[in-house]
Nanobody, 115 residues
Framework: QVQLVESGGGLVQPGGSLRLSCAAS????????MGWFRHDPGKQRELVAT???????MYADSAKGRFTISRGNAKNTVYLQMNSLKPEDTAVYYC?????????WGQGTQVTVGS
């Protein structure tokens, strides 16, 4: 089993920045990729970015050029640096870990972009 805990969400003005963190614990040796999804009520859940153990990254078109995903040195932490935030980025952001025994999810952290 893998446990994921997100932090770093909050309220930010348009154009501002936030950095989300996700710490994994438990059977982290089986994780081969981590990522971030987001969900706003009334919309479909959206993949924001992923990063594999080999460093390969993938971004949604809406995140390219503004968001950066990275892993900590121990690879059991993943970050999402979000810059130039827009009101449409408002959502609950969930951390995801893909492991040999399945996918794991965090509880989510709210990001609200507004004045």
């Amino acid at each position: 089993q893998v446990q994921l805990v997100e932090s770093g969400g909050g309220l930010v003005q348009p154009g501002g920045s936030l950095r989300l963190s996700c710490a994994a614990s438990g059977s982290t040796e089986n994780i081969y990729a981590m990522g971030w999804f987001r969900h706003d009520p009334g919309k479909q859940r959206e993949l924001v970015a992923t990063i594999h153990n080999d460093g390969r990254t993938m971004y949604a078109d809406s995140a390219k050029g503004r968001f950066t995903i990275s892993r900590g040195n121990a690879k059991n932490t993943v970050y999402l640096q979000m810059n130039s935030l827009k009101p449409e980025d408002t959502a609950v952001y969930y951390c995801d870990a893909e492991g040999l025994s399945g996918d794991y999810w965090g509880q989510g952290t709210q990001v609200t972009v507004g004045s």
